[in-house]
T-cell receptor, first 117, second 116 residues
Framework: AQTVTQSQPEMSVQEAETVTLSCTYD???????LFWYKQPPSRQMILVIR??????QNATENRFSVNFQKAAKSFSLKISDSQLGDTAMYFC??????????????FGTGTLLAVQP | NAGVMQNPRHLVRRRGQEARLRCSPM?????VYWYRQLPEEGLKFMVY????????ESGMPKERFSAEFPKEGPSILRIQQVVRGDSAAYFC??????????????FGQGTRLTVV
């Protein structure tokens, strides 16, 4: 069974600075996807960034980038130039890469990020 | 193109009543997933459905919970005889297909169920 661990329940960062959120996972699969989702107070789940395990290059999306270390099973999220609107709960998630029955997501417990003015 | 629509947004039920949560997937999406988020926790997978089929219900409690996705109309998550421990946010996500390459799931805004 796959598990996802986020060891930082809460983080705080000053506006315009950089912050890194940690995520580790455990799986015996070789092909899979990893995601970071953002959940602001509205509760809407918003996809921030996605990484395919077979790709060595780290994914980037504007101010968001990941550090994917497959051997270490680590998948951290870096947010550069933090903005007040980045304040939210951030969830790391795992999904098997399989053309079969399901592509359910396995979520971590989340990190609450507060961006301070 | 409307996103995933869930209703109601908020639902209050007394212990022992039934709760019905609805999810209309994005247009063209035939796969629906239900997740539950307990207070201070991450989302946990409950069930995966295609039209008229339950594909994976490994996350569903054995009793009182059921889900359907009929040929016409929204997907329904039904909780019978609710208890206080059922209080949570219930999220629906949809995707266009599951094939050789898994695809992104798009989430609704959730239904917050409160059992009093």
């Amino acid at each position: 069974a796959q598990t996802v661990t986020q060891s930082q329940p809460e983080m705080s960062v000053q506006e315009a600075e950089t912050v890194t959120l940690s995520c580790t996972y455990d799986t015996s699969e070789n092909n899979y996807y990893l995601f970071w989702y953002k959940q602001p107070p509205s509760r809407q789940m918003i996809l921030v960034i996605r990484q395919e395990a077979y790709k060595q290059q780290n994914a980037t999306e504007n101010r968001f980038s990941v550090n994917f270390q497959k051997a270490a099973k680590s998948f951290s999220l870096k947010i550069s130039d933090s903005q007040l609107g980045d304040t939210a709960m951030y969830f790391c998630a795992f999904m098997k890469h399989y053309g079969g029955a399901t592509n359910k997501l396995i979520f971590g417990t989340g990190t609450l990020l507060a961006v301070q003015p | 193109n409307a996103g995933v629509m869930q209703n109601p947004r908020h639902l209050v039920r007394r212990r022992g009543q039934e709760a019905r949560l609805r999810c209309s997937p994005m247009k063209g999406h035939s796969h629906v997933y239900w997740y539950r988020q307990l207070p201070e926790e991450g989302l946990k997978f409950m069930v995966y459905l295609q039209k008229e089929n339950i594909i994976d219900e490994s996350g569903m409690p054995k009793e009182r919970f059921s889900a359907e996705f009929p040929k016409e109309g929204p997907s329904i998550l039904r909780i019978q005889q609710v208890v206080r421990g059922d209080s949570a946010a219930y999220f629906c996500a949809s995707s266009p297909y599951t094939g050789v390459q898994n695809t992104e799931a798009f989430f609704g805004q959730g239904t917050r169920l409160t059992v009093v």
